[in-house]
């Protein structure tokens, strides 16, 4: 098992090499220089050149490319990811101020989807054909249909100004530094948003793999022992059931990324998503560059912990 | 001794009884496409999605025929109209007839969703078919390549492709959603030609002496292309709602140009004044995301349907 | 086939008290191109100790007769009538909770597939430990040490270390072996074996029957064995019952069956059997294919297919008892001749005749 684990990692570097490279040339090949948002009447051409030749602009690509890189992957150095062109603060101080707040955000969210979708799904497949079973799957084809944006946006304003029960933006209310309720409180809104559709969607999953563990011939077997329902589908059909959601888990690191920057977007909460778009927006690069790749990172951190978990569920696999 | 010895013989040579014409079995013999139809019409579901969909490209197509440019004319004593005849939606914040934009901005999502489908196709099949047809190094590098791909945040991608060469061009929209969005298009050929590469009919048919070309190309992608179909139905959708996100965050289609996108961009600045106005570009979207996604789980069962009849209780 | 058995017969004395006994079983499923009578109006008995094979081609119902005696059966199926007994209980009136405790218990069950017929995400050990521990009052050691003991006289090698092996790490063959040996840990007083040999190679086969054989001795147990492999049943059953399309068409012990069968069915599935030191230029087939059950031939349903059909065969025939505890379904008398009331009689007569010559046992 250490074994399968070191080698994923070492797959995982030439991987993570490869997304460097493209994203850095999404960057540098798109037209327009980061130098652009500097040029006004007030800035001399003098200055402007000794901006290109302080960051190193004119010098080829790849050697551009290498610095960066190599610089990138210091993260012990605060001056490692480079300097915001919005705030002048090193990106990685930016990175780690924020970053806790996305975290709590797709944490709460991860774990509302898991503690609702997974009852939900294997309901529907135990009661198959059933009005609960219609109603659930209506329910979560509308809820999977609907676009994180749109649902998102609806809640706030249903949630936040028609109902008014909840507030309308941010993490804390002013002047309630660190006051856990309160968080809590402004929490509620984005985590509906976020974990509806992905309780559909895992729902729906749940359900399909409990219908198919449902027709195999050891749940036959199993009735035919004499156990009662309960125990056949909590424990022989459902332990087997998980085996295919917990490789979900790695597959849906992408779309939380996506699902919460658009999330923290509609709510204006303090986290990566919003500083993502909004350093898009402004063409921050080091912060895009940064971000993107710490996305990146998380995707295939999620894959590989999806791939360990698996082996540990099922023991049919053998590392 | 045998004890099948003693039995006695069948009697050897008789021919059954004659039988009558209303004995005779009936079930009736259908062809391939005749079962798939047949399979398809029992989703009621899928049915009625096709039929919605129908409806909304006569829509997206026939209403901006008609009007033409009539969906950007803005007069200020039209904002906030209430709806009448010739504006069954009645009017936007800038006075704008909000069902003539509806259906030019249906026109639009669904122009991109199906270009940028088009690459998606394109795309998955060149790479998912040499990489399951030829296999071997090749194939490991093209899967590495995929990896790669999969492995970007897409999101954060698109936004910054979008952003950096052109906010509010169409083609640098369907481009950008195109080439992140191949992988899965190629992922499926690729197993579909794994698998048909060593069917007995690729083998007849390189006995024959078939190029490898004519053998991709009339043997083995027909039959590969079932769930590329449906991937592609759903890819459709999903196209359509990754443009509308764009357009929503600020990054996508901006006016005089109209997306369902930008339209509820739009409706969520002035909500306060005309709530109403976010619900029709989100209807239709709904409306699209729903159809096409009961639209392809119609077509995966029409195209390989398992139907058991399984002991439990 | 061998004429030798190695069953001694005075084991299952005349007196013995019938174990379970069906009734007129009907199981029907209604699926979306109509109603499936798989099972429809089956009757036999089986005695303690006693083994009766079921004998018939794929698609006969004899599996879901086998489900349907432990109403195993799920959507789109539903057993719509006859009387399972098991001793002086009714199974189609019991409650859950009964019904779970014959299962597993007095009557155990095992099946076709070793393959998959095993949850691969628990050990062997702890399958067949949970099957003790349902049914008797034992604690967990003592349902485990049970278990490896079950493992080892199901002929496995070193039981302990197999018991705590999962599925995928055993053969076919011995995953068949777990199977029985799960079945038997609670000494059922009836065995259901739903083709359990068909999955298997041959030589595999014959150490299973081998096994079920010296199973049957020591737990002294009625085995009711599903197949559609004639040697089997010449090996193993003591009566035997043949179905065709959901109906009983013959039952007899299991020498009157091979030596004398009258059923034109049953003698057309015994002169198939190309026999050792024969010379021919064809096989002998039955001609024809099974009916589709959604389009069942009226009157008898073997008649287009049946050398000996007449007329009167467009009417159901009688299930007529030949002699004491041999029964067939057919118009032809017990010599095989046209019956009595000739050969193209009219319909009102056919199933007069037909009904006053039925017997329901």
Known sequence: MVSYIARRILQAIPILLGMSIIVFAIVHIAPGSPVD???????????????????????????????????????????????????????????????????????????????????????AAVKQYSWTDKIINTLATIGYAMPSFLLGTYILFIGGVYLGWFPLFGMQTLGHKNDYLDIGWHLVLPVTSLAIQGIAAWARYMRASMLDVLHQDYIR??????????????????????????????????????????TEFIFTWPGLGQTFIS??????????????????????????????????VDPRIKY | ?????????????????????????????????QLVRTRFVRHRMALISLFVLLALLIFAIVVPLLTGNEYTHAQLKTIGAPASLSAPLGYDEIG?????????????????????????????????????????????????????????????????????????????????????????????????????????????????????????????????????????????????????????????????????????????????????????????????????????????????????????? | ??????????????????????RDLKTHFYTNDGVVKAVDGVTFSIRER??????????????????????????????????????????MRMTEAQLRDVRGDQISMIFQEPMTSLNPVFSCGDQIAEAVSLHEPVSHKEAWNRAVEMIGAVGIPDPARRAKQYPHQLSGGMRQRVMIAMALSTNPELLIADEPTTALDVTIQAQILELMKSLRERNKMAIMLITHDLGVIAEMADDVVVMYSGKVMERADVTTTFESPHNPYTRGLLASIPRMGERRKRLEVIQGTVPSPLNLPTGCLFKRRCPYAMPVCDTAPPLQELRPGHVSRCWLTAEGAAPTIGENPSKELAEETAKAMTVDA
């Open chain 1, 37 to 123: 948002r500097f040029r006004s009447p007030r800035v001399s051409a003098d200055q402007i050149a000794s901006l290109i030749q302080r960051y190193g602009l004119n010098k080829p690509l790849i050697e551009q490319y290498i610095a960066w890189i190599t610089s990138f992957v210091q993260v012990w150095r605060p001056d490692s990811w480079g300097y915001s062109f919005l705030d002048g603060q090193p990106v990685i101080k930016t990175f780690l101020a924020r970053a806790p707040a996305t975290l709590l955000l797709t944490g709460c969210a991860l774990l509302a989807t898991i503690v609702f979708a997974i009852p939900i799904g294997v309901l």
């Open chain 1, 221 to 262: 077997t199993a009735r035919a022992k004499g156990l009662p329902g309960r125990t056949v589908i909590g424990k022989h059909a459902l332990r087997n059931a998980l085996i295919p959601i917990v490789t979900l888990l790695g597959l849906t690191v992408p779309t939380l990324i996506a699902g919460a920057a658009i």
């Open chain 1, 279 to 312: 350093s898009v927006g402004t063409r921050d690069y080091p912060m895009v560059l940064a971000l993107t790749m710490v996305g990146g990172f998380a995707v295939i951190l999620g894959n590989l912990i999806a791939d360990v978990l698996y082996g540990v």
């Open chain 2, 1 to 33: 001794m045998d004890r099948a010895e003693k039995a006695p013989t069948y009697v050897i040579g008789k021919r059954p009884a004659e039988l009558d014409t209303e004995d005779i079995d009936l079930t009736p013999v259908r062809t391939y496409w």
């Open chain 2, 96 to 313: 704008q007839n909000v069902f003539l934009r509806l259906a030019k901005a249906t026109q639009t999502s669904l122009i991109i969703g199906g270009a940028a489908v088009t690459i998606i196709v394109v795309v998955g099949v060149l790479v998912g078919s040499i990489a399951g047809y030829v296999g071997g190094a090749v194939d490991n590098v093209l899967m590495r390549f995929v990896d790669v791909v999969l492995s970007l945040p897409v999101l954060f991608i698109i936004l910054m492709i979008v952003s950096f060469f052109g906010t509010g061009n169409v083609t640098v929209v369907v481009i950008a959603i195109g080439i992140t969005g191949w992988t899965l298009a190629a992922r499926l050929i690729r197993a579909e030609f794994l698998s048909l590469r060593e069917a007995d009919f690729v083998q007849a048919a390189r006995a024959l002496g078939a190029s490898h070309l004519r053998i991709v190309l009339r043997h083995i992608l027909p039959s590969a292309m079932a769930p590329l179909i449906v991937a592609a139905a759903l890819g459709v959708a999903d196209s359509v709602v990754t443009e509308a996100a764009l357009s929503f965050l600020g990054f996508g289609i901006s006016r005089p140009d109209v997306s369902l996108g930008n339209m509820l961009n739009n409706a969520q600045d002035y909500f306060v004044r005309q709530p109403f106005l976010v619900l029709p570009p989100g209807i239709i979207l709904v409306l699209i995301v729903l159809s096409a996604s009961f639209f392809g789980d119609g077509l995966r069962d029409a195209l390989d349907p398992r139907q058991r009849i399984e002991a439990s209780e």
């Open chain 3, 1 to 22: 086939m061998t004429a030798v058995r190695t069953y001694p017969t005075d084991l299952v004395p005349e007196a013995a008290q019938t174990l379970l006994e069906v």
């Open chain 3, 50 to 91: 006693q083994t009766l094979g079921l004998v018939g081609e794929s698609g006969c119902g004899k599996s879901i007769t086998a489900m349907s005696i432990l109403r195993l059966i799920g959507r789109p199926g539903k057993i719509v009538g006859g009387e399972i007994r098991l001793r002086d209980k009714d199974i």
